[in-house]
Nanobody, 121 residues
Framework: QVHLMESGGGAVQAGGSLRLSCAASKYGASIDCMGWFRQAPGKERETVAT???????TYVDSVKGRFTISKDNAKLTLYLQMNSLKPEDTAMYYC???????????????WGQGTQVTVSS
């Protein structure tokens, strides 16, 4: 079992930046695919960005050009650099991992507790 712990959330004004981190407790196939997700009150959970075993990335359209996902395998840490933040980015952000090495099935097994991001206008 892998434990994931997010950090880096907070409150910022529109146009600001935050960097989220997600530290995994151990290395292995269970973290081949990792992703960032968010859920705002009253809305469904949304996949924000993913990173597969080969380092290929995907982004939801609403964050393209503003957010960057990256992973440091040596530190077992996934990052989400968020720039030009907008009030609509306000949500609880979660990281998750999957054995699905190319992130093709959307089957995430391990989830972190989440970190809150609040963007004010």
């Amino acid at each position: 079992q892998v434990h994931l712990m997010e950090s880096g959330g907070g409150a910022v004004q529109a146009g600001g930046s935050l960097r989220l981190s997600c530290a995994a407790s151990k290395y292995g196939a269970s973290i081949d695919c990792m992703g960032w997700f968010r859920q705002a009150p009253g809305k469904e959970r949304e996949t924000v960005a993913t990173w597969d075993r080969d380092g290929r990335t995907t982004y939801v359209d609403s964050v393209k050009g503003r957010f960057t996902i990256s992973k440091d395998n040596a530190k077992l840490t996934l990052y989400l650099q968020m720039n030009s933040l907008k009030p609509e980015d306000t949500a609880m952000y979660y990281c998750a991992s999957s054995y699905d090495k190319y992130c093709s099935r959307g089957t995430y097994v391990y989830w972190g507790q989440g970190t809150q991001v609040t963007v004010s206008s």
